[in-house]
């Protein structure tokens, strides 16, 4: 019975339990026996401080267990939100999706999650970061009204993929706030640290001479964020940055560690969204002037046309053409021309609206779409357009017949009751276009005289 005691003495508070248990059972059979086996105290000290020992053992063991199930448990989460992301990157090059994806999977509480996420890209051509977008609130109570739904929903990640830009899911404020935003960056903020050193910056405290942090402090309310870099091949892409407001829980090394796997992944798949955005552009534009083509013209035709049932205003249409231009390239030549052409294109641009789309249709042919533009404000857009063409000064213009650079402009309108489909508004433009050559070049006509296209 003795033995047994010192032994789950032992089991039960390990190695000081078994060594008091043996001290304590040798003075009781000393004192019941009345006298001293020496012998017998080796013995209990052996038993005791062996069951304490390998109790603290087990206890170890059983704790590192717990531990290495618990790491492999989350290495196996973050694995799973990697492969969900990955999967969902390789579907798509758009930039928003892809953005879309970045955050969620940041902050979604089946991701990494983080309370809060906000994406800010490279300018181009500028040392500076421009506020996308983010995902999270703008403050607790939105936080914890955000996480209700969530898991009222038992939505995974996966579903928040689908839905985290819905109201429901993230803060317009937040939002509104970042796309304001444009910071400057360099190796003395905490933006530019992250940057040239290719590695995440935790700030703890807002430090007051970085004027990066105080502006963040100012208008996000945090006092503890990570700023990550997206980084591809040397190119600075842009930087993630991530904190808890709601919960928080401190930011450590370990979880920028767990997210710098995620972020190269972003970083890539940004950099390849945006040189195909490039790629597209290209192809929508005329590689001499600048302009959009003919390709983005039936794009864009395509969307703004009032098709019948529709709730839209009405669509007005310019075609103009330099007057004399085979003469101009006759005299000066092609290269000479090719600089009026480049010329004008920035006349043009610099005539119209905002919302207004530009077009070279070929050789010294321009078009000029204007959504939600009646036809006298599409005349008065055109003289606009004729006048700063024959103000304007042009290389080799002198050698024109009227001694100056000038165009034949013609405008029609959808109003018009002979226009019903593409091709008429098309054709009612050309056919002023047409007359204004024949009314003696430089000047405009609209297509309202005529009763019909025929």
Known sequence: MILFFIGIAGYSYKLKGGLNAAGFSFILVAVQTKGIFLLDLPVYLTIGAGSGLVTHYLIHKKRDHHRWTNMLMEQSKHLQVFREVSTTMQRTLQQDLLLKVILTSVTAGHGLGF???????SANGSKSLKGVVGVGPMDVKKGYEVWEKISEDKLKLRDLIEHNFDSNFTDPELNDILKSLDIPYDEQNVFGMALSSQKPVIVNHIDKNDSSQVLINAL???????????????????????????????????????????????????????????IEEMALRDGLTGLLNQRAFQTILNDHFPFEGQCRGPLSLIIFDIDFFKVFNDKNGHLLGNEVLMKLAKVIVQSLRHGDYSFRFGGEE?????????????????????????????????????????????????????????????????????????????????????????
Do not use: W
């Open 115 to 121: 309370n809060r996420a906000m994406i800010f890209l």
């Open 366 to 454: 321009f078009v000029v779409l204007l959504p939600d533009t009646t036809l006298e404000q599409a005349e008065v857009i055109a003289e606009i357009i004729r006048q700063n063409v024959e103000t304007a000064s042009f290389p080799g213009e002198d050698t024109q017949p009227n001694g100056t650079l000038t165009v034949s402009i013609g405008t029609a309108c959808t109003s018009h009751p002979a226009i019903s489909t593409k091709n008429e508004l098309i054709d009612a433009a050309d056919q002023a276009l047409y007359k204004a050559k024949n009314a003696g070049k430089n000047t405009v006509v609209s297509f309202k005289e005529f009763v019909s296209i025929d």
């Open 220 to 278: 996000f309310r945090t006092e503890e964020f990570a700023v990550i870099p997206l980084i591809n091949q040397g190119k600075n892409i842009g930087i993630l940055l991530i904190d808890n407001i709601v919960n928080k829980r401190p930011i450590t090394l370990q979880d920028t560690e767990n997210i710098i796997p995620l972020s190269n992944q972003a970083a890539i798949a940004l950099d390849h969204a945006n040189l195909y955005e490039q």
